[in-house]
């Protein structure tokens, strides 16, 4: 078993071996009708940019995407500069310069990859999944009788949180996420491969964005067996584990996918804002309000998703019922992310910075939104002489890239996996206040049964020193909680049951548990 | 103000602590040899498996101390000179208290075998403990195989430790059945095969005859007293439970038994001196229980009960219905109430086994009066609020069953066996008892 396993990891290591190298790969060559195609299509008017491309770009072979990047990105920079010195707004180029580049070289990339896509997807998707269930499956066998199974967690060089594998594992995904959101020309490679799908599910060519979402599901499916395997005697975790899959695959991959085949725009109907903090700019708003009735059926309900179901919901069942049933980055987090649950800090002052960052990011995504919505009421371009599309740009770079992409995922090896939904995420900000103050979701305490070992908090993803409560005979009521029932599982002397029931009594902070003198326990509890 | 000292820094030294600070200004001191903050004993076992780190066991950050105005002193207390009010250090220095709490557990115990203080031979109690076994045992090349000695809970966890990191295990165990004297012959058959299928050689009805060292002094092997056989091992944990750990105050005055002999409101026979936890010995047992309980609750309870009589309201220690838990492995175990390893004369018992063979519950009741007096339930968890509030109600044991129900505790989503445990109950009775739906507004009164 161990040697499948060994062997699996093998293949797996092929597998990612060939991802990386593929960006390697191939050329760029774009020819003058090419390029004057793809202008007409563009719509470009730039001539300055057509001449510098023609002297810096055509007829010329690029052997790597850096170099043909830098020349293309260059010969757009050169022009807007020019054109907007001389105000000449018509002929600049809006794009990204990356974002246009990676058209280029989508279109003009030759090699390998692009003559055999499929035989590449084999090559880097096919061994990384295929050696991945080779190293997973075998522990259905090896992890013995069901039951948890955490020996040597922070033995492990993969998962203690303080050794290289976990920085190189740390690089890897912050060196993939600054790629993905900051420089996709030089990975189109790497959409070459999953283009096959992307046809057959929208039509279109596969997009970062596709890859993205393709890679995202796959590695969720792998991992969603890790979670089966690991914990199959606990029907919670089963449960959620399916849930969540099923929402990613289905509502954030295929249904926006085929929604674009229909030629309807890309939408995720379970994606609620303001996780999803671009529902209510003026791209998306036009687009929505141009797709007639589909459009303002998504309109209408990504406003109720907000405003009525996301709190009733959390009334009902906590958030959990969001974060560890139905979203995608917390799919992740449940999937990929479960190995490194135990690194997430548990210490007061994590807390304290905890509360702070995650209000604030909630109250800039509503400030950003509000004057998005001002901007499109009004027309006017700034509120109080901020310009609206500065602050959509640094809210898009800050939170939306960098903290949810970047350190929400990069950061899993060191920090924990949850470090995006804990102090990044303004929609668990928003839930976590429901959750406090208005829901019948607690984690209840049975009595006096705590021993204080500490299994609870070491494996909340979430940080919260589940423990603290637990030893006091008090429930667990806290804004943070995602409800992922892993408290639960850990403890060995059955303490902690997630559940909804009434209000009232929810919070029952306790001086002496049960179990002791009744009437020391009223005398205590009296005062 | 008034200087209180606690020595030791258990659950029952650190909740006395905590609980006098909440009610007064006090100066306290802790005093412990073992370790500079409280830790959670319990935990030790997941240190070693890999679990955890050794500061997740610590239940409070280090800051909380100093901050809760509480002194913590690492010091070996090596005599109590009561005339005085003085304690002795074993660095010959001295500390003067206005009130002392004795609260310094168990140690491990021995029973004069050959060759017991061998390098090598150790209990699972202190942190030392766990040192030691990570230094003999890191992996199964140095440890080639352990011998643990004792079927107890202790003993269980160390199996569970060292099989953690497949090191080869022999479990010599004095009962027919492990832990057959306190639990009934059905739970502890299930254990019985649980540890059977975790590849540990389990040894029924063995004793240690004496254990043989090395040209080193090390341990390298045991002798089985009953068929002498000879087991060659690496390590040998002794796990034959424990008892007060006293020995400090041979010469102090205080009257001592196995224990500290201590009153109900657990004070010694010298004014100002009290004692808790596993360290104290009751002159006259309390209820059905027994006079030393070796117990994380009970350590707790005393000394929840001890702080107010310190802060001026004398209060006996009057436990409620007792409960305990623990997990052998993979099962886990809850009982609450009474359930003997053999049941009393005016005893009747209804038992439910899961078909696997891994979840039962056995519950103990009264034949005349039908009163409800206890329930053991492996790998189903029940809640507490629930049975603690049926024993102070006396309600019959047809009560539990229609409510089982409300009782249970296992995670959403977990397959229930109440319909099919009433029904057993219903044939073997010939009653007619309908489970009732789980009640949020009972449960919730229960917990009144």
Known sequence: MKAIQKLGLGIFLVGLGVFISLIFLGSYQVTTSGLEQFVANKGIKSELFIDQMKETVVGEEFTNPFEFSSKVTSALNFANEIHKKNNEWGKVIWDKPHSFSYQLAKEFGAGIVKENKGLFWWLTFGLGIIGALLFIIPNVILLGSKGIKNNGVYHSVATNGKSWLGWMVFVFLVSFYLLLYFAPDYIVNWTYVVDPISESLS???????????FLYCSVMTVMAIRMYIKYRH?????????????????????????????EKPWYDFKNAFPLDYDFFFKWNLDQLLASGGFGLFVLVWGIVLTLVIVPIMVYFFGKRWYCSWVCGCGGLAETLGDPYRQLSNKSLKAWNFERYIIHSVLVFALIMTGFTLYSYLSGSQEVLRIKTQTIQDIYGFLIGAIFAGVIGTGFYPIFGNRVWCRFGCPLAAYMGIVQRFKSRFRITTNGGQCISCGNCSTYCEQGIDVRAYAQKGENIVRA???????????????????????????????????????????????? | MKHIVIIGNGISGVTTARHIRKLSTNKITIISTESEFFFSRTALMYVYMGHMKFEHTQPYENWFWKKNNIELKQAFVEKVNSEEKQLVFSSGKTMNYDKLVIATGSKPNKFGWPGQDLEAVMGMYHKQDLESLEKYAPNNKICKRAVIVGGGLIGIEMVEMLRSRDIPVTFLVRESSFWNGVLPTEESEIINRHIKEHHIDLRLNCNLKEILADENGKARAVIVAETGEEIPCDVVGLTAGVSPNISFLKDSGIELGRGIKVN??????????????????????????????????????????????????????????????????????QTYGWVWAQPKENEARFYWEHKGGKKCIHINYDKNTREFIGINTFGIRMRHEFFDKILTKKQPIEYVLEHLSDANFDPEFYKLHEKEIVSKFNKENNTNIQLKKKSWKRIFNLQA
């Open chain 1, 203 to 213: 039509g279109n060519l596969a997009s970062q964005w596709f890859l993205y979402g």
């Open chain 1, 480 to 527: 943070s909680c995602v409800g992922c029932g892993i408290c639960s599982a850990v403890c060995p002397r059955g303490v902690l049951k997630l559940e909804n029931g009434p209000e009232n009594g929810r919070i029952n902070p306790n001086d002496i548990l049960l179990g002791n003198d009744v009437d020391l326990i009223a005398l205590i509890n009296q005062k």
């Open chain 1, 234 to 262: 606990n029907n919670y975790q089963i449960s959620r584990t399916t849930s969540v899959l099923f929402f990613q695959i289905v509502f954030a991959f295929l249904i926006p996918e085929i929604l674009v085949r229909f």
């Open chain 2, 264 to 333: 109900h409101f657990l004070e010694t026979n010298i004014k100002n001196i009290y004692a808790i936890g596993d360290c104290a010995e009751q002159h006259e047992a309390i209820d059905q229980r027994r006079p030393i309980e070796a117990v994380w609750y009970t350590g707790r309870m005393m000394a929840e009960t001890l702080a107010q009589t310190i802060c001026g309201n004398r209060t006996q220690y009057k436990p409620g219905h007792w409960f305990n838990s623990a997990k052998f492995l993979d099962l886990e175990y």
